[in-house]
Structures are given as structure tokens and as C-alpha cells.
């Protein structure tokens, strides 16, 4: 039997986790800390929590990701994002337990026009982007029993996202613009916690970079088109340009992620985008 701490309880892919290991894992015992139960930032509080527990696993969901808010709120980003995933790192190092750690599709500046593949060069765009690249690097560098999943667009029916935020608009306004020149994949919190379960559950995969996302691809407007029509809300959709709603951080046009790696290494069948959705607008409450 394994003991896992999961960092981040409180955002939405701990609460997925949360409610995914009890029917997925029960055999294992998993340990939900929040911020305020575990301030990763502080390495003597992370060092005397693994030391006390002894823990064979760490899952790291702890991050600062309010994209626009880190370009002025700078050093808090670099020291969730960077500083706190280095103090995982020592940690597990020091404390021989495997982190399992999650990044983003912001470390690409979104100049390619293919999935990126784990190997692609990084230059984020913006603090957040570049704050999640140096935690990748300090983990590869303080850690070798490590996975760094990244993954995309996340959403839930958990905490806050774009899913919710347009089920919201759908019932309170009457037409709404939304950007139609950023490619991604919408990846639903759920799919990916019952990914990181099964490469705890699973023989050691290869350490190392890995990504994740559902299958398929979208603009930020075919996601909300999705969700309306889902929804079924009569809201009047319009597709914008990047340019017409400037916001602080710079996006990438592009950042599809290629999960063929991590599908061979886990034998995984990805759902596509569109169905997750479906599940995860019917799981709200």
C-alpha cells in the first residue's frame, strides 16, 4: 500500500482526485493538503511534512494560474510556481518519494503549427508561462524519480474555469464575443486525475516529461459554442480576434499538445474534448 500527498486540495483537480481515488484506489491511502495545510513555498514545512509522513508519492496540483494576475503579481507566481515546486522537488528527493508534478501548455510560445511533443523547446509568453517552465526545470534538475505532466485548458465541474464561466454568461446575457484565433484542446480535470492515479496504480513508467490532453482541437469560440450548445442556451455568439480583447499575458496562438506518448506508456484510449464535456456539464450540480 502507498501513501500519496496531494498538494493544491482545494483547487479542481484535487477535488477530482479527491473523489476519483476513493472508487479508483482504494488500496491506497491519499493525503489532501491545501495551501493552508501545506504552504509549498516554505521548504522547512514541506521537509518536516515528508519527513513525518513518509510518502511514496507526491502529486504537486499546487499553482498559482491566474494568467493575467501574474504579470503584475510576479513574485507570488515565481514563488507557487518555481520556488514550490524546487521545495517538492528537494523534498522528494531528500525523502526518496516520486512527484508527480503538473505543468502547462503555456511553457510554447504557440509558433507551431503541429502538436508539441515533450521534447519541443520552451519560451513561454508570459510570467505564468515562464514561472511553470522553471518549476519544470528545477524538478528535472533536484528530482529523478519524477513525472511532469503537462496539460491544457482545463475545467471541472469543480473551482473556477471557462466552462462554468460560460454556463454562467449563458444564463445572464443575451450575445457575447469570444476569441476565435487561439488553438488549444479543452481537457477535462476528471480524465487527467484518473490518468495521474493510474501511473501511481501502473508498474514505474519512464520518468520524465509527459503530456496530456483530451483528443481533438478548439478555439476558445468552439468551446463555448460546445458548452452553449450543450447547454442548450439561446445566447448569441460572436468569434473575435486576439487583438480585440487585449488582456495582460500574452497567449499562445497554438499549443495543442501531442499525448501519444504517455497513450503508449499507460496502453490509455483519450477521450475526445467534445465528450468529456458532455460528462462534465452533466456531473454539475
Known sequence: MSKILVTGANGQLGQCIKELSVSLDPDNTYLFKSSKDLDITNYQQVLAA???ENFDFCINCAAYTNVDKAES???NAVNVNSTGAQNLATACNQTNTTLLHISTDFVFDGTKNSPYIETDKTAALSVYG???NVGETEIIKKAPKS???????????????FMKTMIRFGSEK????????????PTYAKDL?????????NKPIPYGIYHYSN???????????????I???????????????????KRPKYSVLNSSKIKTALQLEIPAWRDSLKKAINALP
Do not use: C, M
Open 231 to 249: 447547454t442548450k442556451s439561446t445566447i448569441q455568439l460572436h468569434p473575435i480576434a486576439t487583438e480585440a480583447y487585449p488582456l495582460p499575458a
Open 147 to 161: 513525472y511532469i505532466i503537462r496539460t491544457s485548458w482545463l475545467y471541472s465541474e469543480y473551482g473556477h474555469n
Open 130 to 132: 515562464n514561472t511553470k
Open 50 to 52: 515528508f519527513t513525518l
Open 215 to 229: 483528443e481533438g482541437t478548439a478555439t476558445w469560440f468552439d468551446f463555448a459554442k460546445a458548452i452553449f450548445e
Open 174 to 185: 443575451d450575445s457575447l464575443s469570444v476569441i476565435n484565433d487561439q488553438t488549444g484542446t
Open 73 to 75: 503579481d510576479t513574485q
Open 193 to 201: 486525475a484518473e490518468v495521474l492515479i493510474k501511473i501511481i496504480q
